[in-house]
């Protein structure tokens, strides 16, 4: 944990696993203060939606790949194997 002491952590998102890999003895060593719970996705789409219409935010930094919906499978072998560094596809119809 790169952290300069004390620090606070926010974990936001919908995360799904096990939390056993977070360091929570080096937390505990640097006095951190970890906040941890859910994003309310349902409240924020709409309005992040009209703001990416709009222009006035750009995720395609998020978006590394682009696939056709015939590619999915594969995609989805090279996403869960951690191959060709897929995280994060964009399924295109027709493309």
Known sequence: MASASPARS???????GMGAKIRLGAAMSKGLTIKIGPTRVQAYTRPLLARIEG?????????????SLEEAPEMYRKFRDKQDRVIEVVMRPGR
């Open 55 to 67: 222009g006035d935010i750009d995720p395609s930094f998020v978006v590394a790949d682009q696939a």
């Open 10 to 16: 926010l974990i936001p998102g919908v995360y799904v």
